[in-house]
């Protein structure tokens, strides 16, 4: 399976917003883009004017990189978002907020989106009861999600499991801490979608 295994914090540099790929680091003073708030690379810190075509690449990319997916998926998500009546941008981050890897993170259950496809790979959690290893599982109204009874004995799951508890998931999502249960109560509006993204500039970029 095809993946990024560069430098995570170099991403969040370029793009010059804090992407959170580390997890608890994002929030300490070791955040790379805190220290160093320029672009990575020997012209990072030049001024250079952005163009229209510039702006629409990066917003791409940004949107890409928070959610941990390749070129071509991201096309295909865009395809499908572009057949789905209603916004196109709105439908585009949508579908991405649907992943299953995305929604492990929003329940809390994972510090990071790289650290719940990780645990989502290994096997970690079941939806409606079934299995799930694929991070990029479309989640539905409805489904539940579930810690396997097995994996509560790690101490890592231990403790997000723990921190879930603490912590508040957006309103199209539902977290029992008891039972370790997340569930989908509704499909998010643009409104519950906190990324730094500008979605009509992607449009733009892919209606050239």
Same mark, same amino acid.
């Given at each position: 399976?095809?993946?990024?295994?560069?430098?995570?914090?170099?991403?969040?540099?370029? *793009?010059?917003? /804090?992407?959170?790929?580390? #997890?608890?680091?994002?929030?300490?003073?070791?955040? &790379?883009?805190? %220290?160093?708030? !320029?672009?990575?690379?020997?012209?990072?810190?030049?001024?250079?004017?952005?163009?229209?075509?510039?702006?629409?690449?990066?917003? /791409?990319?940004? &949107?890409? $990189?928070?959610?941990? +997916?390749?070129?071509?998926?991201?096309?295909?998500?865009?395809?499908? &978002?572009?057949?789905?009546?209603? +916004?196109?941008?709105? @439908?585009?981050?949508?579908?991405?907020?649907? $992943?299953?890897? @995305?929604?492990?993170?929003?329940? #809390?259950?994972?510090?990071?989106?790289?650290?719940? %496809?990780?645990?989502?790979?290994? #096997?970690?959690? =079941?939806?409606?009861?079934?299995? +799930? @290893?694929?991070?990029?599982?479309? +989640?539905?109204?409805?489904? =539940?999600?579930?810690?396997?009874?097995?994996?509560? @004995?790690?101490?890592?799951?231990? *403790?997000?499991?723990?921190?879930? #508890? *603490?912590?508040?998931?957006?309103?199209?999502?539902?977290?029992?801490? *008891?039972? &370790?249960?997340?569930?989908?109560?509704?499909?998010?509006?643009?409104?519950?979608?906190?990324?730094?993204?500008?979605?009509?500039?992607?449009?733009?970029? !892919?209606?050239?």
């Amino acid at each position: 399976m095809a993946r990024y295994t560069g430098a995570q914090c170099k991403l969040c540099r370029r *793009e010059g917003v /804090k992407l959170y790929l580390k #997890g608890d680091r994002c929030y300490t003073g070791k955040c &790379a883009i805190d %220290r160093r708030s !320029y672009a990575p690379g020997q012209h990072g810190q030049s001024r250079r004017k952005v163009s229209e075509y510039g702006l629409q690449l990066r917003a /791409k990319q940004r &949107a890409r $990189r928070l959610y941990g +997916v390749l070129e071509k998926q991201f096309r295909n998500y865009f395809k499908e &978002a572009a057949r789905q009546p209603g +916004v196109t941008g709105t @439908n585009l981050l949508r579908l991405l907020e649907r $992943r299953l890897d @995305n929604v492990i993170y929003r329940l #809390g259950l994972g510090a990071s989106r790289n650290e719940a %496809r990780q645990l989502v790979l290994h #096997g970690h959690f =079941e939806v409606n009861g079934r299995r +799930v @290893n694929i991070p990029s599982y479309l +989640v539905k109204v409805g489904d =539940e999600i579930t810690v396997k009874d097995k994996s509560k @004995n790690s101490p890592r799951i231990k *403790e997000l499991m723990e921190r879930a #508890g *603490e912590k508040t998931p957006p309103a199209w999502l539902e977290y029992d801490a *008891e039972q &370790a249960k997340g569930r989908v109560v509704a499909l998010p509006t643009r409104e519950q979608i906190d990324v730094p993204i500008e979605e009509h500039l992607i449009v733009e970029l !892919y209606s050239r």
